[in-house]
């Protein structure tokens, strides 16, 4: 399994290979072409090349060396993240801690794999099929006056925001009725 930039900064870019000359990296963008070319996107990351030529050296174009490397290194730019938060700005270890879970977390960092991971969960728990709903089961995506169905959406999500506040209004479920559709804006909920 392969993302869009493994194809360019990795499987086709020579500069990872052994027999490349090292310097090439000095002068070639990220995917392994000259900066001065009219197919170069211009960035540079010497630095990454670098790992990516060991990596190459010691794994081929496996990918599981290449994420364990990216989960070593994420783990170490944490601990001198939590470091420099520590002498920096908090004289307190446990502010800088959490600074560092915070950083650690961050969705900046996370939120690309994870959605990805849930997707081929998702994907593979339907069998490769897409889901199959009937108008019992969500009768917005069913209506046939757009205006309605974005008021409704727009609906549920200011309805599950507030569900996140108060428990005490959950609906044991959306079908059957149990969020009518919003067909004007002077519906008494909107």
């Given at each position: 399994m392969t993302f869009f930039d493994d194809i360019f900064a990795i499987k086709e870019n020579m500069d990872i290979h052994p027999?490349?000359?090292?310097?090439?990296?000095?002068?070639?963008?990220?995917?392994?072409?000259?900066?001065?070319?009219?197919?170069?996107?211009?960035l540079h990351r010497p630095l990454c090349v670098l790992t990516f030529h060991r990596n190459f050296m010691i794994h081929g174009l496996k990918p599981f060396g290449y994420h364990?490397?990216?989960?070593?290194?994420?783990?170490?730019?944490?601990?001198?993240?939590?470091?420099?938060?520590?002498?920096?700005?908090?004289?307190?270890?446990?502010f800088a801690f959490i600074a560092g879970i915070l950083f650690a977390t961050h969705l900046v960092h996370t939120e690309a794999p994870l959605v990805f991971c849930l997707m081929a969960f998702r994907v593979w728990m339907l069998g490769g099929n897409l889901p199959h709903f009937t108008l019992q089961d969500n009768p917005t995506s069913f209506?046939?006056?757009?205006?309605?169905?974005?008021?409704?959406?727009?609906?549920?999500?200011?309805?599950?925001?507030?569900?996140?506040?108060?428990?005490?209004?959950?609906?044991?479920?959306?079908?059957?009725?149990?969020?009518?559709?919003?067909?004007?804006?002077?519906?008494?909920k909107t």
């Open positions: 027999e490349t000359l090292l310097l090439n990296i000095l002068s070639n963008d990220f995917r392994g072409k000259p900066k001065w070319s009219n197919t170069s996107h211009k364990v490397v990216n989960v070593v290194l994420h783990r170490l730019v944490c601990l001198l993240y939590t470091c420099v938060c520590k002498v920096v700005a908090f004289k307190s270890s446990i209506s046939d006056c757009l205006s309605s169905r974005i008021m409704t959406y727009s609906y549920l999500i200011a309805f599950n925001s507030w569900l996140l506040l108060s428990l005490s209004v959950l609906s044991y479920d959306w079908q059957m009725g149990s969020i009518p559709l919003v067909e004007s804006l002077m519906a008494p």
